[in-house]
């Protein structure tokens, strides 16, 4: 798979290349290696470079060099975490909505809908410029929906709607719920300081 091929096609012509997606053999591996694991990186490479080029401290000192390292790699992780989450939930969600649960699938799509956001991540480099990488994660509900429709999880059409919303539904309850877990952890940890 030529990914710069893949890229253009998923954003261009989505509906032809989920098909082409849906036929192509893949494995959780291979999807990591050869796509998430570069592209995931656009963003929190761009945030490493905005930080230390071109975000400024109060007084004018640059951002720390390790700082913004920590920052970039968090992202990473986080990026590449978030998107294998969303496809155990779309895979485990399955038999609910009629679906084959299939975890590959699933990661086909959590992994090709995010493309969009991936790519404009490279907006990091300039403060500003967020509202283009929200416009670009909307393109990717969007992208999610057609593969979907595909149907990439042997989904039946008067179910697609309900199975996507329920996902991206359990995925922000999970968020909202680690991210608070993660305040009370660190509101323990600097109390004691």
């Not at 990186?41 to 975000?55: K, S, T």
Request: no cysteine; proline share 5%; charged share 10%.
């Amino acid at each position: 798979m030529d990914i710069v091929q893949r890229v253009q096609s998923i954003i261009l012509k989505p509906k032809e290349e989920w098909v082409k997606i849906k036929a192509e053999p893949a494995t959780v591996a291979g999807l990591f290696t050869s796509y998430a694991m570069v592209l995931a990186a656009i963003p929190a490479g761009a945030r490493f470079l905005g930080n230390i080029l071109v975000r400024r401290l109060p007084m004018g000192a640059v951002f720390p060099l390790g700082q913004a390292l920590v920052n970039a790699i968090v992202t990473y992780v986080y990026a590449l975490a978030a998107v294998f989450l969303f496809a155990l939930i779309i895979s485990e969600l399955a038999p609910n909505f009629g679906s084959a649960k299939n975890l590959t699938a699933a990661l086909k799509l959590s992994v090709y809908s995010m493309t969009p956001g991936w790519v404009a991540g490279i907006l990091n480099i300039i403060p500003g410029l967020w509202i283009m990488g929200i416009l670009a994660g909307l393109y990717g509900l969007y992208l999610l929906y057609l593969g979907f429709d595909t149907p990439m999880m042997e989904t039946p059409k008067d179910k697609v709607m309900g199975y996507m919303g329920v996902s991206i539904a359990v995925v922000i309850v999970l968020y909202v719920v680690f991210s608070l877990f993660l305040q009370w952890i660190f509101a323990i940890r600097y109390s004691w300081l």
